[in-house]
């Protein structure tokens, strides 16, 4: 029987995290205003009022995610992942082509990303096939779990979306490190990956016509870009040299809310969504960017305390699998907005602009509240 915590433990919520969410929205509020006034679309207001709106719809269901005992979502994980997979599948037939990917179900004016919510179905997913020790260390076992990680991936990749799936990814490794398997299973995946790189590799240098039928010569471009980023200064290269200009700008203390040079004369392609850490870089400067990244971090070492702090190993994987996922999003967006990683399209958590985006991070976090708030075990 699953315990269900009494109303009266709202001490047991950490007010934290609940805070540096709040203070992440508000930012992230003001940055997409700033970053949107001009050349987007015909209304200043357009985004930022949509923006506020995903952030309390967010506030919403994060709260409405802690109600329920987090171990009654991994108890349905079939389901879950059954309808997760579905969606990914439906994209081919009903999806909505938008940026070279077709990733997207338009229902009206708003755009949903099945992706997006097919990250928190695996770490639900995970959590529940991995919080067995002596059942998680079983090769079947493993074998039986990497398919139904690589069968969502796999789906991601064909939309195509390599950076979501780079992602999803992310998170099975670190669920899966922290589950303890065993290192000689975790030495056959990283093979088996670095097969796959190096037959990609030699089928460059071999049969290029080949190659770019499986990665899209715009893809390899975005990929390949920041390790030459002066290189090119049209394209993807034009992209991350405004990018790199922005944040060169905004040295201490930046230039201002609304004054930054590169995002007001709209020269940052996608300012108000991948690389809104390039306005925020210009406009606040080290001073905003390096408090930014000090939310982040303490959002991070939080939830680091609430894994160790679960009731069981479940909570755990849950906490682990968010923890990834953060991790991953916010290293891989900043870097490659200073040339320090590839350009993959990967939005900055509770920071770019995107309904999807900002949905699966509220969910995220209150999932993580949920493992935090019923960490101790109930006693009658």
């Known amino acids: 029987m699953i315990e269900r915590a009494p109303n009266k433990r709202l001490q047991d ?8 969410v709040f203070f992440l929205a508000v930012i992230s509020v003001v940055m997409v205003s700033s970053a949107s006034r001009v050349n987007l679309t015909g209304d200043p207001a357009y985004f930022y ?3 506020a709106f995903w952030f309390m719809i967010g506030l919403i269901v994060m709260f409405l995610v802690i109600r329920i005992d987090y171990a009654e979502y991994c ?33 009206g004016p708003v755009k949903l990303e099945p992706a997006e919510l097919m990250k928190i179905i695996l770490i639900l997913v995970l959590a529940r096939l991995l919080q067995d ?10 074998l039986k779990t990497l398919v139904l990680i690589l069968l969502p991936i796999c789906l991601v990749i064909l939309q195509p979306d390599l950076g979501t799936a780079m992602m999803m990814s992310s998170i099975a490794c670190g ?5 303890g398997i065993p290192r000689r299973y975790l030495l056959i995946l990283f093979s088996l990956a670095g097969a796959g790189i190096s037959s990609l590799s030699m089928l460059y240098f071999a049969r290029k016509d080949w190659f770019f039928s499986i990665v899209h010569p715009y893809q390899w471009e975005r990929l390949t870009m920041f390790l030459d980023p002066e290189g090119g200064k049209t394209g993807a290269g034009y992209q991350l040299y405004q990018s790199l ?7 201490i203390w930046g230039e201002g809310i609304f004054r930054g040079v590169q995002t007001q004369g709209a020269w940052i392609p996608e300012r108000h969504t991948d690389f809104i850490f390039s306005v925020i870089a210009e406009e606040l400067g080290f001073a905003g960017a390096g408090l930014l990244l000090l939310s982040y971090f303490v959002l991070l070492i939080r939830m680091i305390k609430i894994g160790r ?3 069981e190993p479940m909570g755990s994987l849950i906490v682990a699998g968010v923890l990834s996922m953060f991790l991953a999003q916010v290293f891989e967006n900043v870097g490659m907005t200073m040339s320090l990683t590839p350009i993959t399209g990967i939005t900055l958590p509770l920071m770019s602009y995107g309904g999807s985006s900002i949905l699966s991070s509220m969910l995220a976090i209150g999932l993580v509240l949920n493992v935090g708030y019923r960490r101790k075990k109930i006693r009658f």
């Open 309 to 311: 702090e679960a009731r």
């Open 13 to 20: 919520l950490d007010v934290l995290i609940i805070l540096i």
């Open 49 to 51: 009022i949509r923006q």
């Open 75 to 107: 108890q349905h994980w079939k389901w879950l992942y059954g309808f997760g997979v579905g969606m990914l599948m439906l994209l081919s037939i009903a999806g909505h082509a938008a940026n070279g990917a077709k990733s997207w179900f338009q229902l």
């Open 175 to 179: 669920m899966i490190w922290a589950a």
């Open 133 to 142: 020790a002596k059942t998680s260390t079983s090769f079947v076992h493993f």
């Open 245 to 251: 200009l922005a944040i060169g700008a905004g040295q």
